[in-house]
């Protein structure tokens, strides 16, 4: 019988839910929003947004509420999923952060910083599926496991001007995603030992 026990360590469980926004179908990107709910890793607790955006006039930011939380997402996760966002010369921008809606109608997070207010909506979400990738996947020496719910329609939104490109469709595997996505139930792993 095959253990029930995934063989990796844990690295982090929380979400990761993302904004990619483009005017010619993913071949560049307008707009790059990660949000991190972390329930749990090495550093703790809290919150992050890494945001590229053509509302911060194409420059990086990072936004959060732990900065342990951040700096360590920056050097196991972010830099190996976007290098820009893992530049540890980044200052972390304080900020709170809160949820709202539902994935069957549209959902919401909202970072608010002494400057800025950020928010990200998801709606017309498709059928959610569990993206399943072990360490070693796609070259990436540690691996993810998540429920993805794609988005039809995403929008950005910073100090009341809106992102104006668009979400695309991408096909994971045999189904159909796009790129906007709440992904709740994640959890990063890495190979024991």
């Not at 900065?67 to 830099?79: C, D, F, G, T, Y």
């Not at 910083?113 to 796609?138: H, K, Y």
């Not at 992102?163 to 796009?178: F, K, L, M, N, P």
Request: with cysteine.
């Amino acid at each position: 019988m095959a253990s029930p026990v995934d063989p990796n360590d844990v690295l982090m469980t929380g979400e990761n839910s993302f904004i990619r926004l483009s005017r010619d179908g993913g071949k560049t990107l307008a707009d790059r929003a990660s949000h991190w709910r972390v329930l749990w890793c090495a550093a703790g607790s809290g919150h992050a947004l890494f945001l590229k955006s053509e509302l911060t006039d194409g420059k990086a930011r990072v936004y959060g509420d732990n900065p342990a939380v951040a700096r360590w997402l920056q050097k196991s996760i972010e830099a190996l999923l976007f290098p820009e966002f893992a530049d540890t010369g980044l200052p972390i921008i304080g900020a709170e952060f809160s949820r709202g809606g539902d994935a069957r109608s549209s959902a919401f997070e909202t970072i608010t910083s002494a400057s800025d207010r950020i928010r990200m909506t998801w709606w017309d979400t498709i059928e959610p599926f569990v993206l399943t990738m072990a360490p070693g996947t796609n070259g990436r020496p540690i691996g993810v496991f998540s429920t993805f719910f794609p988005a039809r329609s995403a929008q950005l939104e910073l100090n009341g001007r809106f992102a104006t490109a668009q979400v695309w469709a991408e096909q994971r595997g045999d189904r159909q995603g796009s790129s906007a996505c709440l992904a709740w139930s994640e959890t990063w792993v890495k190979p024991r030992g």
